[in-house]
């Protein structure tokens, strides 16, 4: 299983970034999937996550109403959309599959700042 995550870079606070996860080595279709980050000097914490039972979502409270995760099953893709986004969303963001066995991807940095 690997899972691959890209989209990461500079953004000014208040703006967009959408970030995505490519997974492979399973098949993209009984899951539970995540991202986490993790900011500089801090315990890495869950943002969002999401199952293939009935595609349901759930949000760290401080990112609800602000991120929108979802998957396409064709591209066997995790996406995690980011909107109004503040200093403190500075953080290294992870993929993270539980199916039996957990993984993580290598993560891709988002710094948010002017």
């Known amino acids: 299983v690997q899972l691959v995550e890209s989209g990461g870079g500079l953004v000014q606070p208040g703006g967009p970034l959408d970030l995505s996860c490519a997974a492979s080595g399973f098949t993209f279709s009984s899951y539970v999937m995540s991202w986490y980050r993790q900011a500089p000097g801090k315990d890495r914490e869950v943002v969002a996550g999401i199952s293939s039972i009935g595609g349901s979502t759930a949000y760290a409270d401080s990112v609800k109403g602000q991120f929108t995760i979802s998957t396409d099953n064709a591209k066997n893709t995790m996406y995690l959309q980011m909107n109004s986004l503040k200093p403190e969303d500075t953080a290294v963001y992870y993929c993270?599959?539980?199916?039996?066995?957990?993984?993580w991807g290598k993560g891709t940095l988002v710094t948010v700042s002017s």
């Open positions: 993270y599959l539980t199916m039996g066995m957990n993984y």
